[in-house]
């Protein structure tokens, strides 16, 4: 199905414990984003990417690594997971930086639990 | 002070009111979205704003760069339109930063 797609949507994982979330969309978008939403703080931009190989950091980067090595995916991992990072994970996608086309699309959603 | 706050923090209203949300910001942007989260927790995008004022069907949005603000209008609230309401203020280099939110609850 076209679209954008997050896995898995509920994960449940120990302190230490590497965790990737997977982002996938199908229509070739050039910019692809991390979001995390916490109480109290709203979403905020963990890492984006331009395009495929370019990657840049957002507001809350530390612990967490991602990669492009191709435009329709962009995965997100916590090498190391502390509970600061339980969380609902977004990923989302548009097609221009700044223009009529610069709407964002956002996937469902990935609520992950450090215990 | 964050750099955008919402406002009213929640709303609840009856069904046919016109409804307003605001959003100020305090920073330098190249545009402004206003987003939606329904209670199942998927968000969609409404607006993507620069300047004026934009509308689809009852939804309307409009921004002042001068006076660094913007409002969501719905006319003739429904049920369905309870949701959460994000205003998202994007800066030049695709820095994004989120309002709170406004929670709106529409009563039959």
């Known amino acids: 199905d076209a679209g954008i797609t997050q896995s898995p949507r509920y994960k449940i994982t120990e302190t230490g414990r590497q965790v990737t979330l997977m982002c996938h969309q199908t229509w070739s978008h050039s910019y692809m984003f991390w979001y995390r939403q916490d109480l109290g703080h709203g979403l905020r931009l963990i890492y984006y990417?331009?395009?495929?190989?370019?990657?840049d950091k957002g507001e809350v980067p530390d612990g967490y690594v991602v990669s492009r090595s191709k435009t329709e995916n962009f995965p997100l991992t916590l090498e190391s997971a502390t509970r600061s990072q339980t969380s609902v994970y977004f990923c989302?996608?548009?097609?221009?930086?700044?223009?009529?086309?610069?709407?964002?699309?956002f996937g469902e959603g990935s609520r992950l639990t450090v215990l | 002070k964050n750099e955008v706050e919402q406002s009213p923090q929640n709303l609840t209203a009856q069904e046919g009111e016109f409804i307003t949300i605001n959003c100020s910001y305090s920073?330098?942007?190249?545009?402004l979205h206003w987003l939606q989260q329904h209670p199942g927790g998927g968000i969609v995008s409404l607006f993507m704003l620069s300047s004026g004022k934009k509308k689809h069907g009852r939804l309307i949005a409009t921004i002042n760069i001068q006076e660094k603000h913007s409002s969501l209008h719905i006319t003739a609230s429904h049920p369905r339109d309870s949701a959460v309401y994000i205003c998202?203020?994007?800066?030049?280099?695709?820095?994004?930063?989120f309002g709170a939110g406004t929670r709106l609850t529409v009563k039959p």
């Open positions: 920073v330098g942007i190249s545009a």
């Open positions: 990417s331009a395009a495929a190989d370019i990657t």
């Open positions: 989302a996608s548009r097609q221009d930086s700044v223009s009529n086309t610069g709407e964002l699309f």
């Open positions: 998202a203020v994007e800066g030049y280099n695709n820095d994004m930063r």
